[in-house]
């Protein structure tokens, strides 16, 4: 999808009140959060509408700051490189090649956690890509 100048100035705007807040919020690994993902480059996967946001899935925690997530998306996807999960009558796919390091401050509410089984299966995926 081609982005416009516009994009690029709200996505700029965005990202300083994104940095500039100071969020006290409390997540845990397994959890899927939205997330402010901003407009990326190329093929990263970003947000959608005027908040950029996208459904992640808590990977990794290292501090209160900083962790890992992985973006999921709602189209059905196979291969190695996803993993599917689904939640009531829907599927969702993880996107294990977009894993990336985000600061907390990008977390913007909970959506549900997912079971320690289909997250040990996950882990195991990452491990086996890197």
């Not at 947000?47 to 925690?61: A, D, M, N, S």
């Not at 890992?68 to 939640?87: A, C, M, N």
Request: glycine letters at 4%; proline letters at 3%; one cysteine or more.
């Amino acid at each position: 999808m081609k982005k416009s100048l516009e994009d690029f100035v709200r996505w700029t705007k965005l990202k300083i009140r994104v940095h500039l807040s100071e969020p006290k919020i409390y997540f845990k690994e397994r959890e899927i959060w939205w997330a402010c993902l901003v407009s990326n480059i190329g093929f990263e996967q970003d947000g959608k509408h005027e908040t950029f946001e996208r459904p992640v899935l808590i990977l990794k925690i290292f501090n209160l700051d900083i962790l890992w997530v992985l973006p999921l998306t709602s189209k059905d996807r196979v291969g190695k490189y996803y993993f599917q999960i689904e939640h009531g009558d829907k599927k969702y796919s993880v996107i294990l090649s977009q894993l990336r390091l985000v600061s907390s401050k990008r977390l913007l509410r909970k959506i549900r956690k997912i079971s320690p089984e289909e997250f040990i299966k996950i882990k195991s995926k990452i491990k086996n890509l890197i």
